[in-house]
């Protein structure tokens, strides 16, 4: 086959065809990726809202690798809410559907403050669902579900965890029929939130 | 004019009806099953179908003469593939919390059935206005089966209606993938029941009209629909 042949070939064409479709697909995603860009200012702001209903105003806290890192999850961020004196955290819990994450937002109350050193946790405010990845059943977990994290504050302050165990009743154990790798991770999500208040903020072991 | 109405017309009942893609196809089952746990979850991944049916039946019909028979395929994933992203974007800037419970769903609409066989079946061989019916129509289908699915499952599993709590009780087993797979099927019944119904009510009515009363001569046209009904 010479040049010429090539050129006129339906395998050419075929080729041609293709690149110039990708090509134009390519540059109108980037157009468009530009035009509706969300910012991480725009989606901390978007989270405030639906977390507090409200504008607040929130300081993020620096943490260290170490002090992020926990067997069951990782604290992604940390805000004091100067708003009511509570803590925010963005936290993923590990142990989800094929290996996947959960990354929740959860609101710890307090007693006290970090200055004086006497930060005494007291519950948890609220949990509000971020993100996931894998998970294919975040369409099961209701309003219902997260509210019961909000209604343990007697045992979250005495230093007690969440679970989402099958076979276990209690209460905190926390979970949805079918969905138990998922609600694992809220699980661990929360919990992680727990354990790094408790011993970044509160000075005490994990 | 009147030809024109009544084959768009066609077209549109063909997507909803005949050619029901959740339904009577059963097509898209992987995002029908998982998505379908509440009902507006269920819409938004209908409404979400239908844009991208649309864009993209338009987009290939408009190609149909460029793109080569040998890589049709991969241009139409191609096409399609654009347009689930840009559908992405657009969730996640304006309508994040449907973005957020639709999950893996919305990128997975690029491998759905749905959209790659009309893309294929209808959109490469027909006109522009013909394949943007289609694609209407067909992802309205899609979306009232969905819907229909969500509302159910999210009644009897939740006992809620569209996010409203209207009842106290739940049954576990509809929120499950056991529970979608009972109530697709049940659906499926009824839905092939009532259009079976339906269509013969239409033929003998049909029959009806064409059969010539005594003594008048029938017409050869008229006789040879009246045996095609039979």
Redesign the interface.
């Known amino acids: 086959m010479t040049v010429k042949q090539f050129f006129k070939s ?1 395998a050419f ?3 041609a ?2 690149i110039v ?2 090509l134009v ?1 390519g540059a ?2 980037a157009v ?2 530009d035009l ?1 860009y ?1 910012s991480d200012e725009e989606r901390l702001a ?1 989270s405030l809202a639906k977390i507090y209903g409200t504008e607040v105003t929130a300081e993020e806290i620096e943490l260290s690798e170490e002090e992020r890192t926990y067997n069951n999850g990782t604290v992604d961020a940390v805000y004091y809410v100067q708003d009511d004196g509570n803590y925010l955290f963005q936290t993923t819990g590990k142990g989800g559907y094929s290996n996947g994450t959960v990354t929740l937002w959860t609101i710890i109350t307090c007693t006290g403050s970090r200055e004086e050193n006497d930060l005494m946790l007291t519950g948890i405010e609220k949990v509000v ?4 990845s ?7 977990f ?1 309003e219902s579900f997260y509210a019961l994290f909000a209604n343990q504050d007697e045992l979250v302050a005495g230093g007690k965890d969440f679970t989402a165990n099958e076979n276990m009743t209690g209460d905190l154990n926390n979970i ?3 969905a138990s790798m998922t609600s694992t991770a809220i699980c661990n999500a929360v919990n992680t939130a727990l354990a790094c208040f408790r011993t970044v903020f509160m000075g005490g072991e994990a | 004019m009147n030809g024109k109405i009544k084959h768009y017309g066609k077209i549109a009942y063909d997507g909803l009806i005949t050619n029901n893609a959740t339904f009577k196809l059963v097509l898209g089952t992987c995002a029908t099953l998982g998505m379908s746990t509440s009902a507006v979850n269920s819409f938004g991944m209908g409404l979400s179908v239908t844009v991208v049916l649309l864009l993209s039946n338009v987009i290939i019909s408009l190609l149909r003469k460029v793109i080569p028979n040998t890589v049709r395929i991969p241009a139409f994933v191609v096409i399609i593939a654009t347009m689930v992203t840009l559908l992405r974007m657009v969730l996640e800037k304006y309508i994040p919390d449907l973005y957020d419970s639709m999950g893996v769903f919305l990128p997975l609409i690029v491998v759905n059935c749905v959209i790659l066989g009309r893309a294929e079946a209808f959109a490469s061989k027909q006109p522009v206005l013909d394949s943007a019916i289609d694609g209407i129509f067909t992802g309205l289908g899609l979306t009232c089966a969905l819907t229909v699915i969500g509302i159910i499952r999210e009644f009897l599993g939740s006992g809620s209606f569209f996010g409203i709590q209207v009842m106290d009780f739940k049954i576990g087993f509809f929120t499950n993938s056991a529970g979608a797979f009972f109530v697709y099927g049940i659906c499926i019944a009824l839905f092939v029941l009532i259009t079976d119904q339906a269509d013969k009510a239409r033929r003998a009515k049909q029959a009806r009209l064409l059969r010539v009363p005594a003594g008048d001569q029938p017409l050869p046209a008229v006789e040879s629909s009246a045996e095609e009904v039979k």
């Open positions: 339906t064409k075929s080729l065809v293709l479709i990708v697909a109108l995603l468009f990726n509706l969300v978007r669902y971020d993100s996931n894998g998970q294919t059943l975040m369409g099961n209701g949805v029929a079918g």
